[in-house]
């Protein structure tokens, strides 16, 4: 049989022209319409919509579908959501009482004139009413991270503590029997509060006694089963060990105000080289120096006025004779009395007036000055107080010779020097004061 070879031939030569037309059609009129897909958004009018937009439509309506799809762990999401809201909260409540806790606050209750001096002189606090003889007078201040309350007055007994009473400090008063009999009233109700365990903490600014004797107040310390926690203590005790016992300056006298010196103050001539007003005792040191002061004929160049009997309370017209009598002088003599330090040093401080200390060690209990090296008055040495110390008044015509050779200029010189010291002092001690409360009561 012979194969068919034409009809073969035919067959194909038709297949691929079928092709060849098929492949000119993809080619030609596909891509024409694939152009003008293309270039269609440049003839759009306004009301079109973008290529993008139509992306972020499908993207939009992609989202709400998922958002509107079930989610089998939503509970579980909940209440993980609700448990850090509930941690963030309690975080907050907890920062809240942190702030709370750090304004920690302590009341003071003075029964003793250093409770002035220490509220209005050192911590620089106000009292209400203002009229000094009010039965009750409080003040409130913020002290680094404390929060302090002061009363004082006649008013104020033991009983009016408040019961919630956490952080107390006592200003009292151990000179004699009569006011240590007082102070152990304070104490033995402190005491009650401290046993019924809301009261946690008490410290002590004691007026101790001038020739140290203060073995009446040892027994309440903690170190001898008692409930103080710390003692700030006036005058040179051997006591003082600067872990609960600290060294406390005596300050001013009752009323004494806090002195703002203007320029004119501190820069005008004084009519006095040096001043003495003042109590003068049979037998003291006192009597040496009027004696001095009238052999050397140097009383005409100082302000004296001398009195044999002293007296507890001044009235308004002897303490502004005081007062100009400091402002007027360059230098105040400060002769001991029972003991070495007195209220006349640091008034005069006040004054700019140059205190001319007596630096002897007074019979009693006080410092040893063979023990230590700064005894007596070792709290303004350590301070390095800007003081003329002597030993024997004899030094004074010396003093006052030297004087009268200063310029104005000079003495003006010193004048800044001692206020600025003043300052200072007073500075160092309110912050002494603050870090001790907080470091042993907090």
Same mark, same amino acid.
């Given at each position: 049989?012979?194969?068919?070879?034409?009809?073969?031939?035919?067959?194909?030569?038709?297949?691929?022209?079928?092709?060849?037309?098929?492949?000119?059609?993809?080619?030609?009129?596909?891509?024409?319409?694939?152009?003008?897909?293309?270039?269609?958004?440049?003839?759009?009018?306004?009301?079109?919509?973008?290529?993008?937009?139509?992306?972020?439509?499908?993207?939009?309506?992609?989202?709400?579908?998922?958002?509107?799809?079930?989610?089998?762990?939503?509970?579980?999401?909940?209440?993980?959501?609700?448990?850090?809201?509930?941690?963030?909260?309690?975080?907050?409540?907890?920062?809240?009482?942190?702030?709370?806790?750090?304004?920690?606050?302590?009341?003071?209750?003075?029964?003793?004139?250093?409770?002035?001096?220490?509220?209005?002189?050192?911590?620089?606090?106000?009292?209400?009413?203002?009229?000094?003889?009010?039965?009750?007078?409080?003040?409130?201040?913020?002290?680094?991270?404390?929060?302090?309350?002061?009363?004082?007055?006649?008013?104020?007994?033991?009983?009016?503590?408040?019961?919630d009473t956490e952080n107390l400090v006592l200003v009292l008063n151990g000179r004699e029997?009569?006011?240590?009999?007082?102070?152990?009233?304070?104490?033995?109700?402190?005491?009650?509060?401290?046993?019924?365990?809301?009261?946690?903490?008490?410290?002590?600014?004691?007026?101790?006694?001038?020739?140290?004797?203060?073995?009446?107040?040892?027994?309440?310390?903690?170190?001898?089963?008692?409930?103080?926690?710390?003692?700030?203590?006036?005058?040179?005790?051997?006591?003082?060990?600067?872990?609960?016992?600290?060294?406390?300056?005596?300050?001013?006298?009752?009323?004494?105000?806090?002195?703002?010196?203007?320029?004119?103050?501190?820069?005008?001539?004084?009519?006095?080289?040096?001043?003495?007003?003042?109590?003068?005792?049979?037998?003291?040191?006192?009597?040496?120096?009027?004696?001095?002061?009238?052999?050397?004929?140097?009383?005409?160049?100082?302000?004296?006025? /001398?009195?044999?009997?002293?007296?507890?309370?001044?009235?308004?017209?002897?303490?502004?004779?005081?007062?100009?009598?400091?402002?007027?002088?360059?230098?105040?003599?400060?002769?001991?009395?029972?003991?070495?330090?007195?209220?006349?040093?640091?008034?005069?401080?006040?004054?700019?007036?140059?205190?001319?200390?007596?630096?002897?060690?007074?019979?009693?209990?006080?410092?040893?000055?063979?023990?230590?090296?700064?005894?007596?008055?070792?709290?303004?040495?350590?301070?390095?107080?800007?003081?003329?110390?002597?030993?024997?008044?004899?030094?004074?015509?010396?003093?006052?010779?030297?004087?009268?050779?200063?310029?104005?200029?000079?003495?003006?010189?010193?004048?800044? /020097?001692?206020?600025?010291?003043?300052?200072?002092?007073?500075?160092?001690?309110?912050?002494?004061?603050?870090?001790?409360?907080?470091?042993?009561?907090?």
């Open positions: 049989m012979r194969f068919p070879w034409k009809r073969a031939a035919a067959t194909l030569l038709f297949l691929y022209c079928l092709f060849s037309i098929y492949a000119a059609y993809i080619v030609f009129f596909q891509r024409q319409r694939g152009a003008g897909r293309l270039s269609a958004p440049r003839q759009r009018g306004p009301g079109s919509t973008r290529p993008w937009q139509k992306i972020d439509e499908q993207r939009d309506f992609q989202q709400a579908g998922q958002a509107s799809e079930w989610n089998p762990w939503e509970e579980d999401e909940k209440m993980e959501n609700a448990l850090q809201h509930k941690a963030q909260l309690q975080g907050f409540q907890k920062q809240i009482l942190q702030n709370r806790s750090r304004q920690k606050k302590v009341q003071i209750w003075g029964k003793a004139a250093i409770g002035l001096y220490l509220w209005q002189h050192i911590l620089g606090g106000q009292l209400t009413p203002s009229d000094v003889t009010a039965h009750w007078r409080e003040g409130e201040l913020k002290a680094g991270n404390l929060h302090l309350r002061f009363c004082t007055g006649p008013a104020v007994v033991p009983g009016r503590i408040p019961l029997g009569g006011k240590i009999k007082f102070a152990t009233q304070w104490l033995h109700y402190a005491q009650t509060l401290f046993q019924t365990h809301k009261l946690q903490h008490v410290a002590v600014v004691l007026l101790g006694n001038e020739e140290c004797d203060n073995n009446w107040i040892e027994p309440y310390l903690k170190k001898h089963g008692g409930f103080i926690d710390l003692i700030f203590l006036v005058y040179d005790s051997r006591w003082v060990n600067e872990e609960d016992v600290y060294q406390w300056p005596l300050g001013v006298a009752t009323n004494f105000p806090v002195v703002d010196l203007n320029n004119l103050m501190l820069h005008s001539s004084r009519p006095y080289l040096c001043n003495f007003l003042g109590t003068v005792y049979k037998g003291s040191s006192r009597e040496i120096l009027l004696d001095v002061l009238k052999r050397e004929r140097l009383s005409t160049m100082c302000l004296i006025s /001398v009195r044999e009997q002293w007296l507890p309370q001044e009235t308004s017209e002897s303490l502004k004779k005081y007062q100009d009598a400091l402002l007027q002088s360059d230098l105040t003599l400060c002769p001991v009395g029972i003991n070495t330090e007195c209220y006349r040093i640091y008034e005069a401080c006040s004054y700019g007036s140059v205190p001319v200390v007596e630096d002897v060690m007074t019979p009693g209990q006080c410092g040893n000055s063979s023990a230590f090296q700064n005894a007596p008055l070792r709290l303004l040495k350590l301070m390095e107080a800007p003081f003329i110390f002597v030993k024997d008044w004899k030094e004074l015509p010396a003093i006052l010779e030297k004087e009268k050779a200063m310029s104005l200029q000079e003495k003006n010189q010193r004048r800044r /020097v001692v206020i600025e010291w003043f300052k200072q002092f007073r500075t160092q001690l309110r912050q002494k004061f603050i870090d001790i409360l907080e470091s042993r009561f907090f």
